[in-house]
């Protein structure tokens, strides 16, 4: 199943950290090929990515549930494809450190049916920069806020 | 016309624009002639339209025919594309592709390994003159990528499943009917280990072919004009690179061999009659040849010929930053599946060669001065969903939301925007053909093509079946093409003709940038590609016998 981590530390103390973390409309935009979402309830959103796997560009959507939130420490969620056979889950984990804090970020997205082993193949290598591209735009912002206060 | 330079960036005896099939073979070639050969690639991929396709080499009388008891002559491959060519191209040309292509390709697979099999696959039009049903279409192999070194990353990538595995393995699981006997597991193995195959596999062992003669592509340089001499002669090019002017001098000739203009929309329109075409091609197919050989004078012929196929866009779909083309196959040919138009109503054999079936696009009421297939829509049903694949949605797996579904026949008609009850008229009389296994509408299933192509467990014909099974699906389908046809017209060497007479010494054109030698038709699965690569062939031969100006 191709996943990633990717771990970063944040210049802003975990409440500060934790303030920006929170709410899904703040970082989801920060995902690579991000076109929009759409917020259904407090815990489900509707997301359009562009994915590019290297030998084609695609638009995929995905139903986001967010599963649990704890303050301070995590917020995970989980993705089901609507226009593809795709599913994963990601999580953002901090720990404080001092003044800074520790941002872990996981993601993990596994193609399903018939063709997924071939699918996942291509997703493999494609999901580290991905993973990383987020968490630099991730706490690059929150930063930013931190700075400006 | 470009003014000669002050200076060279580089000297050769042969340039080569472009890197696809023809590209590539005519570098082999030329080199094995002695020549110099230094090849322009205006894009950071190589491979062209050769490594998005199928790979296969269709070769008349090929040198394994016999090995397989199939029985093909000069005179059976001659009829047939004349036949084939339909009276617009010159004699000495179909002869000069009949004749070389088989020289070829034994060549290539002797001196660069790049093996091939018999395929299975009839003919286009099997059941004419000098037609076969099996023997022409040759399947390539497998290529282990990593043996490309650094050139690995530079091998373009199909952007659809491009099988990495052999023809010969793929063909005898009849995955093109039921993918589930392929193993996946094995596939994404191979995926990840390099290999490559089909279309990618025959771009690769070009490729590593050039290599190996110490010929390395010169990557993100555009063609942009032809230099001559005093005299005419075609001496250089002038190419763009990294944002600057970047001259090549040719002592012998220069190749076009820069595929079609399928992607420039202005040439299409200006060249191509009938509804425009959504292009199956790398973008970077911009008729870059075709202008450069305009600018000098070049003869034009065939330009109002495609390499059609009735294709689809899924939507959000992109390659190279353009929206990515598919091509119909088993979703056209397999049972329980037909197109229909605005008044739902079928209008072809829809498991018939997919570039002559693409020609009732262009099909026109007069009256009413409309294309009467345009819109058209392929409709299947849960039938098909549970046997096939569509596109890259495996049998049994739920459709894609971005295709129309409905519980009644009406239901979808009315959905997808064509007439409902012209659709249940057309639905009822095509079940029962389906039942009793002939179509005396269009005769679908009625040639070995059609039966290939469809469902060899499918009775009691391969290619008919029912749609009745709710819910029913419609998907739009377009005219699309592999790649445009027509380009500076050569003679029976490969050398340019100019407008007023003779030749333009010194250029010439091979692939899909110059006027096809097939004229409108596609002769079997691989035309586009062996006539690449024997152009290629013998364009090269021959300026690599110039003497160096």
Redesign the interface.
Known sequence: MPDVTHVKTVKAPIAATWDFCKDMNNWVRYLKGYEKHEEKSKTDSVWWIKGDVGIMSKTVSFEVHINEWIDNDRVTFSMKGISESMNGKGALRLVADGDNTTLTFYLEIKAGGLIGPMVNAVLGPVLKPIAEDFANKLVDRIEEIQASK | MAKKPKTWDMETDIVVLGSGGAGLTAAIIAADEGSKVVVLEKTDKIGGATAVSGGFPWIPNNHLEPKKGISDSREDALTYMKFIADGQVDDELVEAFIDNAPVMMKYIEEKIGFKTVISEMPDYHDGKPGGKVKGRSLGPDSFDSNRLGEWKKRLR?????MFPTSWEEYEKSNAKAD??NLD??K???N??AGIVGMGMSTAAHLLKGCLDRGIEPVMGARAMELIQDGRGRVIGVRAEKEGRDFYVRASQGVILATGGFEWNEELRKKFVPGPDFLPLSPPSNEGDGLKMAMAIGAELGNMHQIWGVPSCQ??????DGKP?GRMTMGERTMPHSIMVNRKGKRFVDESFNYSDVAKVFCDVNPVAYEHVNVPAWMVFDQQFNDKYMLF????G??I???VTRADTLEELANKAGFDAEGFKATVKRFNDFARQGKDPDFGRGSTAYDRYQGDPNNSPNEALGTIEKAPFYAIPIVRGALGSKGGPATNANGQVKHVMGGVIKGLYAAGNAMASTSGPGYGGAGNTIAAGMTWGYIAAKHAAKQPRK
Not at chain 2, 157 to 161: H, S
Not at chain 2, 392 to 395: D, E, K, V, Y
């Open positions: 990538q199909a952007p659809v499943v993918p589930r996946y597991v596939l994404a193995t995926m990840m899924v939507p959000g779909e992109e390659y990515l890259t949605t495996p049998p797996e739920a894609q939301s971005w």
